[in-house]
């Protein structure tokens, strides 16, 4: 259950010949599951209590004693299979006892309670992604819980800001409406919050690109540093236009002869970062700007996509005569439709609505 058990087959090995050999040997501790469940048939919870209230007695270090043997009768009504999840979390000694017996690999304890473990493990494997998102919701925003904070009344858990400002409204408690709910009877749930804090969410710029898993706690942090953050994105453009630009400054200014391949590279950067004017100009320097088919459909998209929509028409139809593969030609008409879609037809007169709506109270 815990990460830090490694070798797990050996546990569960360890765990079986111990049971075999406790029951074989009179032990000075208390009774374990399977042995009350031969002779009674009282409920799981009932048994749990039980042994928790003998654990709890050996504990010397248990220091709001009556508090904790609440707790165990809360335990006793409460646990069904529903809640042990909220049960093995919740902040008592019960779970520091579970945690330790891990930890320490204590195997008289976790045979004790291995009904408990393996109901709550169960519950975390077969749990959807869903449910198990709902039970870190805030009740109130449907968030994330944030600042975690848990009513006394029905252990309801909601964001701190979230349920402050429902009480400050003079609202009972959003749950079971009990209104001796107030902001100092609220409960801390650290273990809960540890939780949600490390849960890895996808990081918001994952359609840029950005593939991180981040923990929850350190989203704002990646937000800022992510490299496909929206600012960051628009950064590398300006970095990358800037660079386009010096290029075309140097391709023009000097006197460096320049080839029309390298020249149409450039154009196509340009034209990508929606720099028309800057594009236009590396057209100006080259040699095959009216031979070379794949120019011409360049200068074509650009008018095109600047809105010069004469010259593009003018620039697709000399790039049609130019070839006479079909496919090309197919292309060429396809990239002309484009235009006449953006383009609003103003042959075709707007509904007119007012009429239709006479006509229809005429009716
Ligand atoms: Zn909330
Ligand atoms: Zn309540
Ligand atoms: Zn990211």
């Not at 928790?52 to 707790?71: A, M, V, W």
């Not at 494997?125 to 029905?154: K, W």
């Not at 953050?229 to 386009?244: F, G, R």
Request: charged share 20%; glycine share 2%; net charge neutral.
């Amino acid at each position: 259950m815990k990460s830090f058990i490694v070798k797990f087959d050996e546990l569960i090995s360890q765990i079986r010949s111990y049971q075999e050999q406790s029951s074989q040997i009179k032990i000075n501790e208390p009774l374990s599951i399977k042995k009350i469940c031969k002779n009674n048939e009282l409920n799981d919870n009932f048994i749990y209590s039980q042994l928790l209230n003998d654990y709890l007695l050996q504990i010397k270090s248990i220091s709001n004693l009556q508090n904790e043997l609440n707790i165990i009768c809360e335990f006793e009504n409460d646990c069904s299979s529903n809640r042990t999840l909220w049960w093995y979390t919740r902040e008592t000694f019960i779970y520091h006892l579970l945690n330790k017996a891990f930890r320490i690999q204590n195997k008289m304890l976790i045979l004790s309670f291995s009904i408990l473990i393996h109901t709550s493990t169960n519950k975390t494997m077969t749990a959807t992604q869903n449910s198990i998102e709902q039970s870190f919701e805030c009740g109130i925003c449907h968030d994330y819980l944030t600042e975690v904070r848990e009513t006394p009344c029905c252990h309801q858990l909601f964001c701190f800001t979230c349920i402050q400002q429902w009480l400050n409204q003079g609202g009972s408690c959003p749950q079971c409406k009990s209104t001796s709910l107030t902001e100092n009877t609220l409960l801390k749930n650290v273990v809960l919050q540890r939780i949600v804090d490390n849960i890895e969410l996808d990081c918001p710029y994952v359609l840029a690109g950005c593939s991180a898993k981040v923990p929850r706690c350190d989203l704002e942090n990646h937000k800022q540093l992510c490299p496909y953050s929206t600012a960051k994105l628009a950064d590398k453009q300006q970095q990358k236009l800037q660079k386009s630009i010096a290029l075309l400054n140097q391709y023009t200014e000097t006197a460096i002869p320049v080839s029309d391949n390298d020249l149409y590279d450039l154009a196509k950067a340009l034209h990508e970062q929606y720099a028309y004017a800057e594009a236009r100009k590396c057209f100006g320097k080259m040699k095959t700007k009216n031979s070379s088919l794949e120019i011409v459909i360049l200068q074509a998209h650009i008018e095109r996509d600047d809105g010069k929509y004469t010259d593009a028409l003018r620039l697709y139809d000399q790039a049609y005569d130019m070839t006479t593969s079909p496919s090309q030609r197919i292309e060429l008409l396809l990239a002309k439709k484009r235009m006449f879609i953006t383009v609003p037809d103003k042959s075709i007169p707007p509904l007119d609505l007012s009429h239709n709506m006479s006509c229809r109270s005429e009716n």
